[in-house]
């Protein structure tokens, strides 16, 4: 690593710290002044609220604070005539973008993981602790479908990975053939296990004198096979609240059952997608800098740079919401925005460079 390369990473990480601590300031204590009244009381469950509200606005701080220090960064470089500097010695552009775009790459890389562990449900966990449900979250008459069976949960505890009053009804050409009931389930090797099961079998064909149906007793059961309580509470529920892991185990499982998957679609591509439109912002407010600050000026780039970081982010969470209602399909309301934006900011940043 140069020393040039070194002397630029510095200083923009320092700016982008201090907007970052800035920004997670502001968001969770703006949030925490408005629901303290609706936190209770206690120190462990306000100091969790902070936590998992920290880690929500991070999901929106750290993009938006990788633009916002390099918008600084540039800023400071101009009014130093450090720009000039750089010249002299010989760097060129490349040598000036090319580390601040590697470290943004990696502290996006970064977020997309955090997103893979538990910590992806902070939003829902925060909005628990609001609503007094931490502890006691459950979910009431969950109907699903699982191959050629149909499952029915009376009450699902998601943390607790068990579910009460299980009827699982076969179906064989839209007649029900078989009828599974079980008091209790749990789920264990990515596996429901339902257990002291009651076994009903209807016959094929129904006569007057000797049809009777099959009722046996087992044990246990097991169904409805990688079926997570997250996957299924969320599903249920509609949320749009899911690790990248669970996500993914979703977007297998509903698939396999012709279930419509563009929600989980839209959320994978939210979570690993979108946050990759940084990069091009980066490019395009550099190749609108000046080498000179004697005829630039200032505050009108600076100002352009912020309220257009501000429009781009808001139009693919627009474009997010607009999926997730069910409006467009992800690949054309996501993927597609995102790759022409690539391509149209590859345009306009040769063009300025070369003019």
Same mark, same amino acid.
Request: net charge positive; proline share 3%; no cysteine.
């Given at each position: ?271 690993? !997608? @979108? *946050?990759? &439109?940084? /990069?091009?912002?980066?490019?395009? %407010?550099?190749?609108?800098? +000046? ?36 409006? !467009? @399909? *992800?690949? &054309?309301? /996501?993927?597609?925005?995102?790759? %022409?934006?690539?391509?149209? +900011? ?10």
């Amino acid at each position: 690593m140069s020393i040039l390369t070194k002397y630029i990473l510095k200083k923009y990480l320092i700016n982008f710290i201090i907007v970052l601590i800035s920004l997670e300031l502001f968001f969770v204590g703006i949030d925490f002044l408005q629901n303290f009244k609706s936190i209770p009381p206690s120190a462990n469950l306000q100091l969790l609220y902070i936590l998992y509200n920290g880690f929500f606005t991070l999901t929106l701080a750290l993009p938006l604070s990788i633009v916002f220090g390099w918008v600084i960064t540039l800023t400071i470089f101009i009014r130093n005539n450090e720009f000039v500097a750089f010249n002299a010695l010989g760097a060129t552009r490349k040598d000036i973008f090319k580390p601040v775009v590697n470290i943004s790459i990696f502290l996006l890389t970064i977020l997309i993981f955090l997103q893979v562990t538990p910590l992806a449900y902070s939003y829902d966990q925060k909005r628990k602790i609001v609503n007094n449900q931490y502890f006691t979250s459950s979910k009431s008459d969950i109907f699903l479908k699982y191959n050629e069976y149909y499952v029915y949960f009376e009450k699902l505890l998601p943390l607790e990975k068990r579910a009460e009053n299980i009827h699982i009804f076969k179906i064989d050409d839209m007649d029900v053939v078989e009828t599974i009931v079980g008091e209790k389930a749990y789920f264990q090797n990515d596996k429901w296990y339902v257990v002291d099961v009651k076994i009903i079998k209807k016959p094929k064909n129904i006569t007057l004198e000797d049809s009777k149906l099959d009722v046996r007793y087992e044990k246990f059961l097991h169904t409805l096979d990688g079926f997570k309580p997250n996957i299924l509470d969320n599903v249920y529920e509609g949320n749009t609240e899911f690790s990248i892991i669970d996500a993914i185990s979703a977007l297998v499982l509903l698939d396999e059952q012709g279930i419509n998957t563009q929600t989980i679609r839209s959320v994978l591509y939210n979570k690993i !997608v @979108i *946050p990759f &439109f940084i /990069i091009p912002l980066l490019l395009l %407010i550099y190749s609108y800098a +000046s080498l000179n600050s004697r005829f630039f000026n200032m505050g009108k780039f600076t100002s352009f740079s912020i309220f257009g970081t501000l429009i781009v982010w808001g139009f693919f969470f627009m474009l997010f919401k607009f999926t997730n209602g069910g409006v !467009v @399909i *992800p690949e &054309f309301s /996501i993927l597609m925005p995102m790759f %022409i934006w690539i391509l149209s +900011s590859i345009y306009f940043y040769n063009k300025k460079i070369n003019s």
